[in-house]
């Protein structure tokens, strides 16, 4: 119930294109999803977070999609960029006395092809 | 604000010795965890405190592991008798929650090897 299913691997998308990278979760119970991007030898980075009470959120060319009664969610990067090729991941997490450590996804890695 | 800073950031080491890494979190953040990431997976959670008390730590982090933080400002986490299975990144991030959610801020992680 703690898992956080992340698809696809890998993607390969041309420079303009639209990236899309689903997550599937099992416990109701997590009400925080983050996204995180990660260059390679960086720690993640924050891109676009949302809650379970809304179903988008968009910031710039990040568009988070929600779908509660499915228990998934999705990102979606609009016009894609060389400079986003870098490995993704999602993440859920709730609080739990006072803990709000993330579960993290498995990472889908982005090339973006000039 | 430089953000969490993570020392070293590499350690090559031997099987069997003992390794510490440094954690110095963004400054206001009283909320620190630590996180493991190995090739290829995402971050695993391995403990957390709020300012100087150590509130959960994971099945993950065996007796060999022990992390502090003293005085609620840097964290160390220190691993030892290492094992080749120890190597992976080990990430810091903290945070300061100041709503319903919260959003860790990720260092740039200690990459450690085992040989």
């Known amino acids: 119930q703690q898992q956080v299913k992340q698809s696809p691997q890998s993607l390969i998308v041309q420079k303009g294109g639209i990236s899309i990278i689903n997550c599937a979760y099992e416990?109701?119970?997590?009400?925080?999803f983050p996204w995180y991007q990660q260059f390679p030898g960086k720690g993640p980075a924050l891109l676009i977070a949302?809650?379970?009470?809304?179903s988008e959120k968009k910031e710039g060319r990040f568009t988070i999609s929600f779908n509660k009664s499915a228990k998934q969610f999705s990102l979606h990067i609009m016009d894609s960029q060389p400079g986003d090729s870098a490995t993704y991941f999602c993440?859920?997490?709730?609080?739990?006395?006072?803990?709000?450590?993330?579960?993290f996804g498995t990472g889908t890695r982005l090339k973006v092809l000039a | 604000d430089t953000g969490v800073s993570q020392n070293p950031r590499h350690k090559i080491t031997k099987r069997g010795q003992n390794v510490t890494f440094r954690c110095d979190p963004i400054?206001?953040?009283?909320?620190l965890y630590w996180y493991r990431q190995t090739l290829g997976q995402g971050p695993e959670f391995l403990t957390y405190?709020?300012?100087?008390?150590?509130?959960?730590k994971s099945r993950l982090l065996s007796d060999r592991f022990s992390a502090e933080r003293p005085k609620g400002s840097f964290s160390t986490l220190e691993i030892q008798r290492t094992e080749q299975g120890d190597s992976a990144m080990y990430l810091c991030?903290?945070?300061?929650?100041?709503?319903?959610?919260?959003?860790?801020?990720f260092g740039p992680g200690t990459r450690l090897l085992v040989l």
């Open positions: 400054s206001e953040h009283n909320r």
């Open positions: 416990n109701t119970a997590f009400d925080y």
């Open positions: 949302i809650r379970p009470d809304v």
């Open positions: 993440a859920a997490s709730k609080a739990t006395s006072g803990t709000y450590k993330y579960i």
């Open positions: 991030a903290s945070s300061f929650l100041a709503g319903p959610q919260e959003t860790q801020y």
């Open positions: 405190f709020q300012n100087e008390a150590q509130l959960e």
